[in-house]
C-alpha cells in the first residue's frame, strides 16, 4: 500500500491533533469569504488575528514611532517643541495636526497599537489552546515507508530475529535520554518507535507572543499612571514635588497632581569642569554634577549627586539632569532706592561657549513695567562686526548687557507667558536697538543708572571664587510599569531565544525482522530548517548500533 508525502508527513491522517503545528497554517491556502457580511466579518477577523498580520503590526508599529524620536514631544520636551515651532513656524500648524508632538497618543499612534494587541490576543489563545493539545497527545505512528523522508539510512544486523524487541528498547531508552517523547508502534512485520521533540520552540514562540502582549499591556495601562515634570533650580534654592512648583507637567490619564511623593530637593552647588584652551577640545564640559540635599518623609537631609546619565532615584521618582547654565543675581531699585525686585535669573545657554539669553520682568514698584532682555557673556570677546560674544564657557571675563523695554507686559490679563521670552510688541524700546542710548552693560558686582531716572540695576556678586549662581534643568519622572516593562522584555527575549535554539524535529526507528537478520532503518523529518537533522539521525544510528551489537551478541549466544 503506498501512502503520500503528506499522509507520511507526522501521521496527519491518523492524529488529527496535529495537521499542522500552527493553527493559521490554513492561511497558505486561504478561501475565499462566504457571501454575506457574516462570511465577510469572520475573513476579516481570521487575517487580522494571523500570526503574518500580527508580525506586519509591530513592524508598523516601529516605524510610526519613529517620528517620536524625530520631532519633540510635548510630554518630554515641552520646550523643545516652542523652540521648533519658533525656528519652523510656516510648517507649524500641519506638522502638529498630523500629531507628530503628540506621537504616541496621537489617533493613528493608538488604531495601530489597538489593533496589534487584538491580533496577538486573537492569535495567541487558540495557538496556545492548541499547543497544549499537541503536548499532551502521543507522538505521531511510524509512516509506513521511511525510505521517503528527507534524512533515512539503514543497516543490516545479522543478528536473530529475537533480538528485535530488545533493540527497540534500547532505541527507545536511548532517545528518551536525549530529550525525546517515545512511542512504540509495533505490527505483524515490524516494529518500531516513534520520537519527537522541539516543543520547547513552539513554547518559546508563544512566550514571546505573551510577552508582547504584557509589553503592550504595561504600557498602554500603566502609561496612565506615569507623569513627567520638569523644574529649574538655582543654586540655593529649593524644589518641592507638588503641582504647584514645576515648570511644567505632563500626568498620565489617572494622575490627577495629588499623591505626588513627598520630597523637597535644595540644589546646594552645581559643578562643572571645562577643557582649558589649548587643550584638545577646549572649551568643552568634562564632567558637570548637581549636589543635592534631599529630604523625604523622615525629614532627614541626605546629600545625593545627580548626573548626566546617573539619576537620583526618589522612591518610584527618577530625577535626570538635562541641562545647566548660569543665573546671575539681579538686583532693581527705584528713584528712591528702594528694593523692587531681586531674583537669580536663569540664563538660557545659546551656545557651546555659554552665551546665555536672559528676561527679567519687573512688575511693580516702577512708574510703568519694565522688561529686559539680557545676554550674558562669560568670557567675553569682539566679533569682527563689533558685537560682543563669548569665547570661553567659564568665568573668565563675564560681561552683562541689557535692553530695557518700557509699557505693559501683558501679564495683568491672565494670559499665561513664559518667563524666559518677552513679547515686545507694543512695548517701548529705552535701551539699544534703534532707541539712541546704548544697551545697559554689568560686570558683576557693577551698578548702571536705568532710563528716565527711574532707578538702578546692579549684578549682585554670590561668592568671590563663584560670582555667578549656576542653576540645574532638572526632569522628574515617574514611571511605575518600567519593572513590569522589563520583566516582560526579559521573557520575551528568552521565548525568541528557545525559539531560535531548539529545533522542532521526530526520529523513527524501525525494525525489521527476517531471517538473514534484522534491517534497522532511521528516518528523521524536520519542521521547518534544521541543518543538523541529518547529524542527529546519523548519531542516533551509530550510539544504537554500539550499544546493539553486544546485547544481541549475548542473545545469539
Known sequence: MSRSRSDLDAGAAVDPLRPADHTEAAADNPTPPASGVVGWLRWGWRQLTSMRTALVLLLLLAVAAVPGSVFPQRSADPNGVTQWRRDNPGVFGFVDGLGLFDVY????????????????????????????????????????VLSRLP?????????????????????????????????????????????????????????????????????????????????VVVEGTTFVNSLSDYSSFNPGRFIDGTGLTPYSLTLDDFKVAYQLPGAPGAGQAGDFSAEVTVRGKERTPQTRGVQVNKPLTIGEDRIYLLGNGYAPTITVRDAQGEIVYRESQPFLPQDSNMTSLGVIKVTDGMPTQLGLVGFLYPTQGVLPSGAFTSIYPDLINPVLTLNVFSGDLGIDNGTPRSVYTLDVKGLTQQTGGKSGRESLKLTPGGTADLPNGWGTITWETASAQDPVKRFASLQVQHDPNAMWVLVFALIATVGLMAGLLFPRRRIWVKAHPSADGIRVEYAGLARGDDPTLGRAVADAAAQHTSECTPHTDDGAA
Open 105 to 144: 497618543v496621537s489617533p493613528w499612534f493608538s488604531a495601530i497599537y489597538l489593533l496589534l494587541f487584538t491580533s496577538l490576543i486573537g492569535c495567541v489563545i487558540p495557538r496556545a489552546r492548541h499547543h497544549y493539545q499537541a503536548l499532551r497527545s502521543r507522538p505521531p505512528r511510524t509512516p509506513a
Open 151 to 231: 534524512v533515512h539510512q539503514e543497516t543490516m544486523l545479522p543478528v536473530p530475529r529475537t533480538a528485535a524487541p530488545a533493540m527497540i528498547e534500547i532505541t527507545e531508552e536511548h532517545l528518551r535520554r536525549r530529550g525525546y517523547r517515545v512511542q512504540r508502534y509495533d505490527t505483524d512485520r515490524w516494529m518500531s518507535v516513534s520520537a519527537e521533540r522541539g516543543y520547547l520552540r513552539e513554547t518559546g514562540n508563544l512566550l514571546f507572543h505573551i510577552a508582547l502582549v504584557g509589553v503592550l499591556i504595561a504600557v498602554g495601562v500603566g502609561g496612565g499612571f506615569t507623569y513627567t515634570g520638569q523644574r
